[in-house]
Each structure stands twice: as structure tokens, then as C-alpha cells.
């Protein structure tokens, strides 16, 4: 993170001990600015809306899940750039899929037990500011963490790109068309929630993304690599 600007963090849960555990983390962390830290649900979308912060982790509470997921979406929708942390105790992929990965980009998976773990919280707050959907390695019987949404020929021209392939050897690797690995790449920084106004070349940014994506992957027990 050396260099990079502090990523602005709102929390909210009605669980004082997270909450307090969290904020206390986070407050005063290299590469975090903490803005506020709530367990009102209305002031932590008034906050999103008012403070537009990259990263707003919902502490989802034992419960009150379907408030606490109702919660993180009106964040969304308040603050359309906004990435979620989610931070829950539930270890089902049915929960993970269902309530989170609907949306393209942006949100973090993490279990309770967990977040009190610097740099696996840290890393799903990268990854939600990053426009990344990560779940906890924890999830999944493969470790891996999960980059939703993408199709196999999406992964395949992501990891290519990264491996430096112009679009003229990409497209030769994947016996398509110039047209057809426009249409592909495009699809693809749609779903990754890279804009062209973002003062970034949209293929340098899919590159960080996906190295971003790797060092997850790799920070996790037994993790499998993206594609």
C-alpha cells in the first residue's frame, strides 16, 4: 500500500463488539482513513450518501441478517461507488451467492471469525474498493478466493492480458476476431466495474485488478489461481 491513498472506510453494526473491534483496527491504519462507525443503519446510509466512502463494512447481525443485507444494499444504492465488506458468521455459498453477488463489483465477503485478523480484513477492503467480489477462503473447500461473473473466456483473455499478449496475439490464442475480443474485453471491464473516466488506461486497471486478485488468491490456505 506504500504510496497508495488511504482508503475511506464507514462501519456499521449493532454488534458493539465488532463494531469497537473494528474501529479500533481501522482507526489509525496505514492506508485507512475510518470516517464514522455506527450501529444505525439509517446514519450509515446518510453517511454514504453525505461522505461517499470507497469501503463500508456491514457487521451483519446474528438475527438481523435480512436488515443487515437490506442495509449494505441501501448503502449501494446510496453511494453507487461505494465497495461492501460483509461480515458475517454464515458459511453457506448459497447466502454468499444469493444476497451478494448479484451485484457486479465491489463487495467483500468476510467471516466473523476472521475479521479480527489485520490482513484478511484488509484484503477484503482492498478488494471491495477495488471492485472486486471476494469471498472468504474459509467458503470455499478450494481456499480460493472468488472472482464471480466472469465466463472462461473472459478469465482466459484477463490472464493473458496480464502475461503482457497484445490484442493481436490475445485474439490469435483465442482464435476470435479482433471485433469479437473488443466485445470480450469490454464485457469484461463492465463486470469489473472499470469505467473509462477513471483516469486510468482500462487495460492497466483490469491488469492491477487481476494482480490484485492473484495476491488474495495466494494469501489464502491451499488458494487456486484465477483462470
Known amino acids: 500500500r506504500a504510496g497508495s491513498p488511504a482508503v475511506s472506510v464507514v462501519v456499521v453494526t449493532n454488534d458493539d463488539e465488532m463494531r469497537h ?4 483496527q481501522l482507526d489509525g491504519s496505514f492506508g485507512v482513513e475510518l470516517l464514522a462507525a455506527t450501529d444505525d443503519p439509517i446514519m450509515a446510509v446518510a ?5 461517499a466512502p470507497e469501503v463500508a463494512i456491514v457487521g451483519v447481525d446474528p438475527g438481523h441478517e435480512q436488515l443487515s443485507i437490506k442495509t449494505a444494499h441501501a448503502i449501494r444504492e446510496a453511494s453507487p461507488e461505494t465497495g461492501i465488506v460483509v461480515i458475517a458468521d454464515d458459511t453457506e455459498t448459497e447466502y454468499v451467492e444469493d444476497k451478494i453477488s448479484r451485484d457486479v463489483g465491489g463487495w467483500s465477503y468476510l467471516l466473523r471469525k476472521n475479521a479480527d485478523d489485520s490482513d484478511s480484513l484488509m484484503r477484503a477492503v482492498d478488494g471491495a474498493a477495488w471492485g472486486l467480489v471476494t469471498v472468504d477462503p474459509s467458503v470455499y473447500d478450494t481456499g480460493a478466493v472468488v472472482l464471480f ?6 478469465q ?7 502475461l503482457g499478449y497484445a490484442d493481436d496475439a490475445i485474439a490469435n490464442r483465442m482464435n476470435c476476431g479482433s471485433d ?3 466485445d470480450i474485453q469490454q464485457t469484461l471491464y463492465d463486470k469489473l466495474s472499470i469505467e473509462s473516466n477513471s483516469g486510468v488506461d482500462l ?3 483490469a491488469v492491477m485488478t487481476y494482480h490484485l486478485a492473484m495476491r488474495f488468491a495466494q494469501s489464502g490456505p491451499s488458494a487456486d489461481v484465477i483462470a
Not at 473491534?21 to 479500533?24: K, M, S, T, V, Y
Not at 453517511?47 to 461522505?51: E, V
Not at 461473473?149 to 473472459?154: K, N, Q, R, V, Y
Open 21 to 24: 473491534g473494528l474501529a479500533n
Open 47 to 51: 453517511f454514504a450518501q453525505g461522505l
Open 149 to 154: 461473473g466472469l465466463t472462461s473466456d473472459e
Open 156 to 162: 482466459q483473455t484477463l490472464r493473458l492480458m496480464a
Open 180 to 182: 469479437a475480443l473488443s
Open 203 to 205: 487495460r492497466v486497471r
